[in-house]
């Protein structure tokens, strides 16, 4: 229904590797999406009757004709959601954490100058923070509708003092407490997240999201954390636009961490065995206790195992059958330590 919209002007996904699969689907099914355009029937696929039954669709043959022109995205260079929906202001999808290792991928879709809006954070019980302003990335504004404490995260990350919201300091680190509207809940949200500043307007703190907090891997001489992981993956360049996770990987001994990544379409799906060189000298540089272990042999080179394009995708479909929900409502975290995910 979106492609045969030309005048779309807001694509509001949950999260920027929704996009991604949006955007891979798409690709998959181009002729048949196409095709239904054009001639204005459904295909009929398997244990769909219901859904057959309820849709109408109308067909519109210079449509799927300009669809044609333009071709699938993996056969344009750049920019083909702009070419798509010439109309498009808006991307809106939550981007931040682990969720910025896509977003090279999402501006060569969307282009240069279509901002990318992270529309809310948020839990399962209240709402945190709102898209504050599209020109400054990843920014939120602390909502009112519950009431937030802030939780310092201190040296090592271990937790300092409870804030209220007017004893807040900028560029600081702190774990949002929440106390829902009506007082019945009061839970830790186990986020990390940075005091970037004050609405000028009223003093509303604003926030940008770091990392989940307790997400760590343990080494024989370190506990190598998600900024560990990120900061050393972002010295390679095959995994700068790549989508990854990470593991324990204890198959032989020492142990290490082990890159799960999924290779884009048209990649190779070779990354150069100099990856494990930089990446172990990133770990070397960002984590003091992985170096005194690299020195004393106990810290070894990171391996990487490579999944085909679409990999990620599949978990997140396979993940949210399991857990009853929709795959967009899926992350797949910066270290696995779910043996089932795994």
């Known amino acids: 229904?979106?492609?045969?919209?030309?005048?779309?002007?807001?694509?509001?996904?949950?999260?920027?590797?929704?996009?991604?699969?949006?955007?891979?689907?798409?690709?998959?099914?181009?002729?048949?999406?196409?095709?239904?355009?054009?001639?204005?029937?459904l295909p009929h696929f398997p244990d769909t009757e219901s859904v057959y039954l309820a849709i109408v669709v109308s067909y519109d043959p210079k449509r799927a004709e300009d669809l044609r022109k333009i071709g699938p995205p993996s056969g344009t260079a750049e920019d083909w959601a702009a070419r798509i929906w010439p109309k498009l202001e808006v991307l809106s999808a939550i981007s931040g954490g682990t969720f910025g290792r896509v977003l090279p991928q999402v501006r060569a879709y969307i282009g240069p100058y279509i901002p990318i809006r992270v529309p809310v954070y948020a839990s399962s019980e209240c709402a945190i923070g709102m898209a504050y302003n599209d020109r400054i990335f990843n920014v939120v504004k602390v909502l009112t509708g519950s009431y937030i404490e802030m939780l310092e995260i201190i040296a090592e990350g271990e937790d300092g003092e409870l804030k209220k919201l007017w004893q807040v300091e900028k560029d600081k680190l702190y774990e949002p407490i929440a106390t829902t509207y009506d007082g019945l809940w009061r839970y830790r949200i186990a986020d990390a997240?940075?005091?970037?500043?004050?609405?000028?307007?009223?003093?509303?703190?604003?926030?940008?999201?770091?990392?989940?907090?307790?997400?760590?891997?343990?080494?024989?001489?370190?506990?190598?954390?998600?900024?560990?992981?990120?900061?050393?993956?972002?010295?390679?360049d095959g995994l700068k636009q790549a989508?990854?996770?990470?593991?324990?990987?204890?198959?032989?001994?020492?142990?290490t961490v082990g890159f799960f990544?999924?290779?884009?379409?048209?990649?190779?799906?070779?990354?150069?065995?100099?990856?494990?060189d930089a990446l172990m000298q990133?770990?070397?540089?960002?984590?003091?206790?992985?170096?005194?272990?690299?020195?004393?042999?106990?810290?070894?080179?990171?391996?990487?195992?490579?999944?085909?394009?679409?990999?990620?995708?599949?978990?997140?479909a396979w993940k949210g059958a399991l857990n009853?929900?929709?795959?967009?409502?899926?992350?797949?975290p910066l270290i696995m330590v779910d043996p089932k995910g795994q």
């Open 1 to 41: 229904f979106a492609l045969a919209e030309p005048s779309v002007d807001t694509l509001s996904m949950m999260w920027s590797t929704t996009f991604m699969d949006f955007i891979r689907w798409i690709d998959e099914e181009w002729e048949v999406l196409v095709n239904v355009i054009s001639s204005g029937v």
């Open 193 to 236: 997240v940075q005091l970037v500043g004050f609405d000028p307007t009223d003093g509303t703190p604003l926030l940008r999201y770091k990392e989940r907090r307790g997400q760590s891997m343990r080494l024989p001489h370190a506990l190598i954390t998600q900024t560990d992981v990120a900061e050393s993956a972002a010295t390679v």
């Open 243 to 255: 989508e990854f996770t990470t593991w324990l990987d204890d198959r032989k001994v020492p142990p």
């Open 261 to 276: 990544v999924e290779a884009s379409p048209d990649d190779t799906g070779r990354i150069p065995s100099s990856a494990r």
């Open 282 to 316: 990133g770990l070397i540089e960002v984590n003091e206790n992985f170096a005194i272990g690299a020195h004393k042999g106990s810290s070894v080179k990171p391996s990487i195992r490579i999944f085909s394009p679409g990999s990620f995708s599949e978990f997140r």
């Open 324 to 332: 009853g929900t929709g795959s967009s409502q899926i992350k797949v």
